[in-house]
């Protein structure tokens, strides 16, 4: 166990619809990530936060949002949702922003199913 | 950019076997590198990390050690087990960077 709490752990829901992920980070850990993990696009770093503001943006959609509040958990939401984002979602957590002496601890995922 | 490129899988290999997955990256200066394993229905899990040159990362009975000169991080077992079958994921962590980039995965099938 990481530590990293992830909700829902499964989700099926309906193109065009909109979802939100949550993630409670490691107790301590002030930096939060999100990843998308699909099979053609394998791990996808999408966005980061460090209490509570955004630190680096990777491949992340205009459709999809993040957010970190002020008790350190993140929500990621994703909106006019499509087939293609049917994926692995990860949240995961550090102490540190980043740098090469962090250790990042990933969550056990939230699977979204859209049809 | 940084990138890391793995052995491509699947490997298939039978129970007390040695085990060997080819990692390197390209990246500039001194990242920290790691392997990370996703088991069957689960989320990923760090296995084991090296964050300077030579430094040898253990766990489990894997290790990997960081070579500067070959720029690569091959994750070795003396005897792999059944239980050991899953996807296994090197990555790099550049200094005053925020991501990691991972490799594609190597999906390891241990039979009995």
């Known amino acids: 166990d990481s530590g990293v709490t992830q909700t829902p752990k499964h989700l099926i829901t309906a193109t065009g619809q909109r979802v939100t992920l949550r993630c409670s980070p490691r107790s301590g850990d002030l930096s939060v990530y999100w990843y998308q993990q699909s099979l053609d696009q394998g791990l996808q770093f999408l966005i980061q936060y460090y209490n509570g503001e955004e630190r680096a943006k990777g491949n992340i959609l205009e459709r999809f949002s993040a957010q970190q509040f002020p008790d350190l958990h993140s929500e990621l939401n994703l909106s006019s949702l499509e087939l293609g984002d049917s994926a692995l979602y990860f949240c995961?957590?550090?102490?540190?922003?980043?740098?090469?002496?962090?250790?990042?601890?990933f969550g056990e995922g939230s699977w979204l199913t859209v049809v | 950019g940084d990138s890391v490129t793995q052995m491509e899988g699947p490997v298939t290999l039978s129970e007390e076997a040695f085990l060997t997955i080819n990692c390197t990256y390209t990246?500039?200066?001194?990242?920290?590198l790691f392997w990370y394993v996703q088991y069957p229905g689960e989320g990923l899990q760090l296995l084991l990390k090296?964050?300077?040159?030579?430094d040898k990362g253990s766990n489990k009975g894997f290790e990997a050690t960081y070579r500067k000169e070959t720029t690569s991080f091959h994750l070795e077992k003396g005897s792999v087990q059944v239980s050991d079958s899953a996807v296994y994921f090197c990555a790099l962590l550049q200094q005053g960077a925020q991501k990691l980039v991972f490799g594609q995965g190597t999906r390891l099938t241990i039979n009995p």
């Open positions: 995961a957590s550090s102490v540190e922003p980043g740098g090469s002496g962090n250790t990042i601890y």
């Open positions: 990246a500039t200066g001194y990242p920290s």
């Open positions: 090296a964050t300077k040159a030579d």
